[in-house]
């Protein structure tokens, strides 16, 4: 069974950084494309970063592009997402997941940025 847990979210001032991780086990996770996701309250949840299997390529939504980095450590089964530049409108529910949603949600990590 495959397991997803996300972790590193936490309350920080706008203009802050963050790096959020998901632990992945059950499964061969050097052979899977990864993303990262969010979900506002009220709203949908939106993809926000892809990594292929080896990292060489990644992208991003524009709403995050060139302050959010999407990696990965094929040998720890971990996904990472660092986040700079935090604003608002970034606090979300932070998921990992492949990119066509393959896996059972995990619970996710809470981002919180306010002054």
């Known amino acids: 069974q495959v397991q997803l847990v996300e972790s590193g979210g936490a309350v920080v001032q706008p203009g802050g950084s963050l790096r959020l991780s998901c632990a992945v086990s059950?499964?061969?996770?050097?052979?899977?494309?990864m993303a990262w996701y969010r979900q506002a309250p009220g709203k949908r949840r939106e993809l926000v970063a892809t990594?292929?299997?080896?990292?060489?390529?990644?992208n991003y939504a524009d709403s995050v592009k060139g302050r959010f980095t999407i990696s990965r450590d094929n040998t720890k089964g971990t996904a990472f997402l660092q986040m700079t530049s935090l604003k608002p409108e970034d606090s979300a529910v932070y998921y990992c997941?492949?990119?066509?949603?393959?896996?059972?949600w995990g619970r996710g990590t809470q981002v919180t940025v306010s002054s």
């Open positions: 059950g499964t061969v996770f050097s052979s899977y494309n």
């Open positions: 990594i292929t299997t080896d990292g060489s390529t990644t």
């Open positions: 997941n492949t990119p066509g949603e393959l896996y059972t």
